[in-house]
């Protein structure tokens, strides 16, 4: 069996079983558009040589959330996404992932359900929990379960040896990636209670709290494999949110506006994965380059 026959027959046997159980869990597969008319900004959505301007989409996301209903209370979609960055071993122009939406799915049970879909694949790992609000109460001493994020940036920037200008987006963004995926190194770890001021403005604040997000990501020996979150039901609060990151935009205001006339349930949870790092984490690999199909187009 040739390197390429063997990385395309790994794929379907993941692609397979992802299916297959979220068959057992009653989803139901979708196709959105991949064309989207929503510019995200520069560098942030492939433009498409289509009537009336499109973009090529960067994430499934919110189209996918328009579809939840009464009928189909859990909906997802697995479709390629594009980005105009420059690729390397862990990104690509054109890459693969599943997203879904529930109605109704709890934040304990949506973690739950990552870990069914992605844990039959990576047999080597046991999965383990990390607050992020933990540790920045413990290495900071502030507690976001009661107290805001405005005096975390210089903190964190100080930390990293960041710009104090550098917006608290970039700057938390930064300080996660460095001092806790990188920890990740050979472990399979949750990092969960995220800060308000990053880059998933949609996810909801966990009640009883200042400045947490019901928010994770699963990062596998360093790698973000699956991220997740409960949507917030507040359409102020993730106004609010969302325009302060710089990161509200037409298709999240679509959502709302459905959410607002009863089409979509306020109430809902979705996860992505990425299918090729899914793959290379299966197999043992921090490359996604052998499960890119096709190379010599």
């Known amino acids: 069996m040739s390197a390429l026959s063997g990385a395309i027959r790994a794929k379907a046997h993941v692609l397979y079983g992802l299916r297959a159980l979220l068959h057992d869990e009653d989803f139901t597969e979708v196709v ?57 071993a862990l990104h690509a122009a054109e890459f693969t992932m599943l997203d879904l939406y529930a109605a109704h799915l709890g934040f304990e049970d949506l973690i739950d359900l990552a870990w069914r879909l992605v844990g039959p694949h990576l047999p080597a790992y046991a999965p383990e929990r990390l607050s992020v609000a933990d540790h920045i109460r413990d290495e900071f001493g502030i507690d976001l379960r009661t107290e805001s994020v ?14 104090a200008g550098e917006p608290f987006r970039d700057v ?8 806790l995926e990188a920890s990740a190194t050979g472990r399979a770890v949750f990092l969960t209670d995220y800060p308000t001021g990053g880059d998933e403005p ?11 997000l019901e928010r994770f990501e699963l990062i596998v020996d360093g790698i973000e494999l699956v991220h997740g979150y409960t949507d917030e039901a507040d359409r102020t609060a993730f106004t609010e ?18 959410v607002e006339a009863g089409l979509v349930p306020a109430d809902t949870a979705g996860l992505g994965i990425g299918i090729e790092r899914l793959c290379a984490a299966s197999a043992g690999l921090r490359d996604i380059t052998p499960f890119l199909q096709s190379p010599q187009f």
């Open 241 to 258: 949110r969302a325009k302060a990151a710089g990161l509200y935009d037409d298709e999240q205001r679509l959502a709302q506006e459905a």
């Open 32 to 88: 959105t558009p991949v064309a989207r008319r929503a510019d995200l900004g520069p560098g942030r959505r492939a433009s498409a040589s289509l009537h009336g301007g499109r973009h090529l989409r960067a994430m499934i996301g919110p189209a996918l959330r328009v579809n939840v209903s009464t009928d189909l209370p859990r909906v997802y979609e697995i479709g390629p996404c594009f980005r105009p960055e420059p690729p390397d």
């Open 150 to 163: 405005s005096g975390l940036h210089p903190l964190l920037a100080a930390r990293i040896g960041a710009d």
């Open 172 to 179: 938390l963004g930064r300080y996660i990636a460095l001092e």
């Open 202 to 212: 949609c996810a909801r604040l966990a009640p009883g709290t200042t400045a947490v």
